[in-house]
């Protein structure tokens, strides 16, 4: 296409150029042999030529060997001779009108053919030239082309194949551009196997992680069936308690993979009284429904650079937990230390609330496990009915692959 662009504006230039220079050379020749025909209508009447007749005009100057190597020699068997009382009518060929001593008027007149047929010889020698030099241009081009776009033709063919980067890296090295697209696909495709090995990973650890509980379900329903005096009440109820370990190790499973995710990007500037809002606005249904209250110290604030997205689902499941397990029609207080980047969250003891929350019910167990990996410190304190939650982020978040497992 690039090609073909070229050569189409190429044509079209070439034909404006050549048009022009064309159109220039025909009107000098015209010129050039209208000044030599006013020459010979000087020579006329300087040497008395036209005391004779016209044919004898004209084979006088073809014995002037003067005019042998005159530039308007190669007109001589075009030219006519005309000798008249009157002035002669306009013609289409190139002509010159005199008036003779004698009164008459001397007509010298030339077609335009040899004029003409200069010029197509011109156009072709023209046309010649550019074909040549247009041809040979276009084979650099293309040839510059070819060499330009095989690494990128060689990208397309590599990823066409499928072939695995770790066995075959392709060796498509052109310019830093597309040295760059090689290494962001080789990344990609990575990047790519590593999703599909984690999502291995999820299968494999859900697996192990509710083996044990299933097998002692499965064992349980093999006592019920054989003996006839197990009580079906106790059944029941110790069947719900293994179905809800395999479900809450199916949440902590989950709710690790996102954190784990999350922190593969980038750090990001987060202010904790705007924690503290979201999750207001986010729990507002269950707090209305409850009627809680929260009071904090807004004037208070300060700012972590943290995996933003990580943070946001272990505040959320702190706040949850609060949320669930405070008593209704209360206070929960937040107080904010800037100095000490520690935010305390207090509230007053209630029984479970039976509401379906948001997130995932993640456990305090689980919000301490990933301290160390988000970098803050989790404690929770009771006295007298109220229950003080406070999280201190003192520690560096680590860098590089990280991976969070349920123990």
């Known amino acids: ?58 084979q006088n100057f073809h014995l002037l060997e003067a005019y042998h190597s005159a530039p308007f020699v190669d007109h001589f068997d075009d030219l006519t001779f005309a000798m008249t009382k009157t002035p002669p009518p306009e013609a289409d060929e190139v002509a010159v009108i005199s008036v003779l001593p004698d009164g008459r008027y001397l007509t010298v007149r030339s077609n335009t053919l040899r004029i003409e ?15 040549l030099f247009l041809l040979l241009f276009v084979l650099l081009f293309w040839f510059f082309l070819a060499r330009l776009l095989h690494p ?17 890296v392709p060796a498509c090295s052109g310019s830093a551009e597309v040295n760059e697209l090689k290494h962001a696909i080789i990344a990609l495709q990575q990047a ?16 192990h992680e509710i ?13 019920f069936a054989e003996d006839d005096a197990f009580e079906k009440t106790r059944f029941v109820s110790e069947s719900e308690a293994d179905i809800a370990t395999v479900s809450s190790k199916l949440r902590e499973l989950i709710f690790l993979k996102e954190i784990e995710w999350d922190m593969r990007k980038g750090r990001e500037e987060v202010a904790m009284q705007e924690q503290c809002r979201l999750m207001q606005q986010v729990f507002q249904p269950i707090l209305e429904k ?38 209704n029609d209360t206070v929960i207080r937040t107080i904010v230390d800037p100095g000490k980047k520690r935010l305390e969250i207090v509230n007053e003891i209630g029984s479970k609330s039976d509401e379906t929350l948001f997130s995932s019910r993640i456990g305090s167990r689980m919000i301490n496990r990933l301290a160390d990996k988000l970098g803050y410190r989790y404690e929770t304190r009771q006295h007298e009915g109220r229950f003080s939650t406070v999280i201190t982020f003192d520690a560096a978040v680590p860098e590089g692959d990280l991976h969070l497992s349920v123990q």
């Open 211 to 223: 083996k044990a509980p299933i097998a002692v379900l499965k064992a349980r329903l093999s006592l």
């Open 152 to 168: 990128l033709q060689c990208l397309v063919r590599y990823c066409r194949s499928g072939a695995e980067a770790e066995k075959a």
């Open 290 to 327: 409850k009627g809680l209250t929260i009071v904090s110290n807004f004037e208070e604030d300060f700012t972590l650079r943290i995996h933003k997205a990580a943070i946001l689902k272990v505040m959320q499941a702190v706040f949850e937990n609060i949320f669930m397990h405070t008593k």
């Open 1 to 58: 296409m690039v090609i073909s662009y070229f050569l189409l504006s190429s044509v079209i230039t070439f034909a404006l150029l050549g048009s022009y220079v064309v159109y220039r050379y025909h009107a000098e020749l015209k010129r050039n042999l209208r000044q030599s025909l006013i020459v010979l209508s000087e020579d006329v009447v300087r040497h008395k030529f036209y005391l004779n007749d016209v044919r004898t005009i004209r």
């Open 192 to 207: 790519n196997r590593s999703l599909c090995r984690e999502k291995q990973n999820i299968f494999k650890e859900a697996a």
């Open 117 to 131: 047929q200069k010029s197509r010889g011109l156009a072709l020698h023209l046309a010649a030239v550019f074909g």
